[in-house]
């Protein structure tokens, strides 16, 4: 059975991050935490505005819904329904009870509660890429996903402590049939790591395996789950306003079994939105809204989260772009809006670069001060985003884990007390002097910085003599030094053979079929 014959790497629950010298230096295991104010791009005036123009896309455009499950969850909280164009119109007090059920933070539980993922509040997470249908290193070149990468990429997931959480297919497995990869995938996350992870909404079924798999793992039954959220899901809204019938399904499957759900508006300015900035996060806020009252219509108190994705295209070729001034205010000021509705917050840096290069990096981090600033709770695709999304990058991925954990460090917030001032060493060492042979330095100096992993500090002729290697080069060295000490994360045999049984019995039922 695909994805059951990986080679399984050293089993042990000691952690990497302890194995020596010789082990990459990473950041230990935490809950991060944004102690900062969040940045107020917008004014409360214009945050009502951007409000106002959602409730008049609401009441009087509508949202096409492909679904005749959710036609009829709205009409019958009476809503306006069109039944011949599928257009669903509603009012602000219905938007404004379903903001009423939803909760302002949660906790999802993978079957390690060490590694629980919080959202909401000023806690902030961050994921690997998800959804692209390549791979790439700089030895092997691009190719088609394939589970052998799928699973590398996810033991890298695995080993980094700054990545909390999986996306949904690192990169698609093109070998394995479409309609039931999603279960070599779900297998693959539940074994190779013990972290949360995004499940496929396409459409019932595949949200189902995802939330029975996840039970399994953590030896709970569906109606505990309902209650202890494990797992989430991206609901990508086709914008402009339409949920496609498998979104809408898979929306409301996961709402039904109380596993988080972020309702997120592709809205990409001059393309699927408005070409301005304030009419692109109105047709957002409207959609984003739209999708939240849903999940609340099929299970009030259901987990959902305000879902950003705004950005432009190049206006000379229809491209996308990311990690753009635009994308970056957007995703600052789509914070001020999720927080108006005191709802958990996901947003997206990223980058439309071919390769993990200057701009690759450039581009992802503008875009990902913007997920600070505006205080983001998650920040999907962090690690590993490469060619707008198209492409899992395992140099960009360590690329992407340095710049988290520059990011992690900048969040610390800074300590003042006796011993921090130094006050006493600044009076022994004398004028013109140096600190390096002081108490207060010897004391300190193995933690006093932050210890990047992939910059090179020395100086050119060092450099040189130790080979040249550029930063990307040194990722590729770095992405096969943490998989050879990757510790795989032990599994009772039971649990595994039940999720091996599960996808047999489930493989057999799906046929040929969708799922």
Known sequence: ???????????????????????????????????????????????????????????NFGIEVMSPRALSLFEKAGASVDHASANVRIDRGLVEDALKTTQSSYVLTPRNPANAVHLGGNTINFTLVAGPPNVHDMERGRRAGNLRDYSDLTRLAQHFNCIHMLGNQVCAPVELPANSRHLDTYFTNLTLTDKSFHVSAIGRGRALDGIEMMAIARGLTLDQMRDDPGITTIISVNSPRRFDEMMAEGLMTMAEFGQSVAVTPFTLMGAMSPVTLAGALAQQNAEALFGVVLTQLVRPGAPVMYGAFTSNVDMKSGAPAFGTPE????????????????????????????????????????????????HGNLVYHAAGWQEGGLTASFEKLIIDVEMIQHMMEFLRPIEVNEAELAVEALGAVPTGGHFFGELHTLERYATAFYQPMLSNWQNYEAWQEAGGLDATARATRLWKKALEDYVEPVMDIAVREALEAY?????????????
């Open 1 to 59: 059975m695909p994805g059951m014959n990986e080679p399984r790497r050293k089993r042990g629950a000691e952690r990497t991050s302890n194995r020596g010298p010789s082990a990459i230096p990473q950041l230990p295991l935490r809950r991060v935490t944004n102690p900062y104010p969040p940045m107020a791009m917008l004014s409360p005036d214009q945050i009502e505005q951007i409000h106002q123009a959602s409730m008049h896309i609401l009441e």
């Open 327 to 374: 994308n970056t205010k957007a995703n600052i000021a789509s914070g001020q809006l999720a927080r108006r509705y005191g709802l958990p917050y996901r947003t997206t840096p990223g980058s439309a670069s071919n390769a993990a290069d200057a701009q690759g990096a450039y581009e992802t981090l503008m875009a990902l001060w913007g997920a600070v600033l505006g």
């Open 503 to 515: 996808m047999a019995k489930r493989k057999e039922a799906i046929g040929q079929g969708e799922p």
